[in-house]
């Protein structure tokens, strides 16, 4: 105890006044701050919901990538899993080439894929193709528009995201010799 009848806390280094002037400091700070903390939170919420909740543009532009790679990948699953339909323009006779019939069968999964998605529409007909030994190389002629938005807020869109969504797959067997 120091000569002023006052504690002082030789850990923290902190000062506790002791006695009625000291208690009645800290009751009117407790009333201050419970009065003054949720005026100030109100004030913070009603900023806020104008104009967007902080992050909310910076969490879609990390939502991108990972939204791009799951229409190229919902592509390659497409194209992987219409293989056997679409190699069989390589048997002779056929009089459709490699390619038509590669777009033939995209598209009823990119048909499919318009239906369900009320923004983002990837274009029909839309792939040219490349031959190199087994692998089909899809390279997309035109690119997918979507909108940057959170879920279930498409019409406050921050932005436009353009891709061209172009992917490979392997066939079973040697396709060099398809007429493209």
């Keep these: 105890m120091n000569k002023k009848g006052s504690v002082e806390s030789s850990s923290t280094g ?5 006695g009625k002037k000291g208690l009645d400091y800290a009751v009117s700070m407790m009333i201050v701050v419970i009065i003054v903390m949720p005026i100030l939170l109100l004030q913070m919420n009603s900023k806020i919901t104008e104009s967007g909740k902080i992050g909310d543009a910076q969490i879609i532009m990390l939502r991108t990538p990972y939204v791009k790679e799951d229409i190229v990948n919902y592509l390659q699953k497409s194209a992987e899993v219409s293989l056997a339909e679409i190699t069989k323009a390589c048997a002779p006779g056929s009089i459709v080439t490699l390619t038509k019939k590669f777009n033939q069968e995209m598209d009823k999964y990119i048909s499919e894929f ?10 029909t007909n839309n792939y040219e193709l490349y031959i190199d030994g087994k692998n089909i190389n899809a390279i997309a002629m035109l690119p997918v528009e979507k909108k940057l938005s959170s879920p279930g807020t498409e019409l406050d869109a921050i932005g436009r995201m353009w891709f061209a969504p172009s992917f490979t797959i392997t066939a079973p067997t040697d396709l060099s010799s398809c007429p493209l």
């Design 14 to 18: 902190l000062f506790f006044p002791r």
């Design 114 to 123: 318009n239906a369900k998605s009320p923004i983002t529409k990837i274009p």
